[in-house]
């Protein structure tokens, strides 16, 4: 995924920082708008896991920090309902004036809530996509019944919100007091996926429920079951993106199918492993058509965007490991349930290495502890432990390996 990094004005002026991540290669099939939540940034892990899937298959995305939020300009404290609906705003003008207009929105909780109050003025915009939203921005007063006469009486005050203090002004519980999104939604004119947590304990599924029944067809509700609010686990945030990007296969102007593989891996060989590293050390991977990335930890310069090379050393070993032993297990008929290697490298002083012929030196280490499940004789695990020895890789590692290097033509 490459990216890049942007600023536009808002209507008071003040300027907005936002980031584009395209697809790896090639021109976007289209381009979608992403909001955030109340309080949180464009840097959310989770709207760079849904941004970076949705880049896979072609879709560059916009994700921006609305007003005094993340590294935009102006006081957190100043802003409203009003004021982020003027920011969206913004955003999808700038991206209809400097790139492409968004044919996509996407809203993630109070940003789900302002892309419906503000999509019904983009007839740009083909369809719109809420993730955790509120179906009325009144939600937020429920997190701060606590300090409502505080700020009423003081005019101010520092609240408690996702961890950290933020001030609160009174006027922006006069702003979105009596909002009411039902007219908004019904009059989007455009496609709606709702997506939401059944367990959601900031937002409830209630909202979700509301806004799917305000919404006219075409309207699609998926259940993110077992996910939290601000989709924290990887694994949720990438469920959220291809559900996102299957469904507007029918509502986005590009071919999605056209960017299921970058451009430097056309008519490769399914044998064949190529990776790309541009900027930095992230480096996207295609291996036997499937795409995997690879990055260094921050702490070296890296982005920590994926596993490192010897991560990808490890889990070859690893996994040539697992598998031997239940091809051997199944051959014997022996009754393996399931075999789970936990592997660790190191480098380590040669004189400290029992196992090294080298005396001098530094020498790689990799320690690899193997779990296996199933009413197998004592016997039988240790003729597994022996069979571990002789996986493909394991020997490819202790054998001679020749690699050959050239320049492409």
Known sequence: MRHEKVTFPNGRGQMLAGRIDYPLTGDPIGYALYAHCFTCSKN???????????????????????????????????????????????????LRDNYEAPEIVIGHSLGGAVALATVPDLPQVKSVVTVAAPATPEHILQHLEQDIATIHAKGAAEVQLAGRPITIKDQLLHDIEGVDLSERIGSLGKPLLVLHSPIDNTVGIDNAAAIFEAARHPKSFVSLDSADHLITDDGDARYVAEVIASWATRYISG????????????????????????????????????????????SVGGGNTGPTPYDYLLSALGACTSMTLRMYADKK??????????LTHRKVHAADCELCETERGMVDEMTREITL????????????????????VHKTMHGEVAIHTRLAG
């Not at 007003?67 to 982020?84: V, Y």
């Not at 008929?333 to 936990?342: A, C, D, F, G, N």
């Open 255 to 298: 071919d999605l199918t056209s960017h299921s593989q970058p451009d430097f891996v056309a008519g490769a060989p399914e044998s064949v492993t190529i990776v790309r590293t541009e900027k930095g050390f992230r480096t996207d991977i295609i291996s036997n058509g499937f795409p995997l990335v690879a990055d260094e930890p921050a």
């Open 44 to 94: 959310l892990r989770a709207i760079g896991r849904i941004t970076e899937t949705l880049a896979a298959h072609g879709i560059a995305t916009l994700r921006f920090d609305f007003t005094g939020l993340g590294q935009s300009e102006g006081e957190f404290a100043d802003t409203n309902f009003s004021t982020s609906i003027d920011d969206f705003m913004a955003a999808t003008h700038f």
């Open 373 to 392: 499940v199933g009413d197998l004789a004592e016997d039988q695990r240790q003729r597994l432990l022996a069979i571990a020895e002789r996986c493909p």
């Open 333 to 342: 008929e022996w009754p393996l349930e399931s075999v789970t290697v936990r």
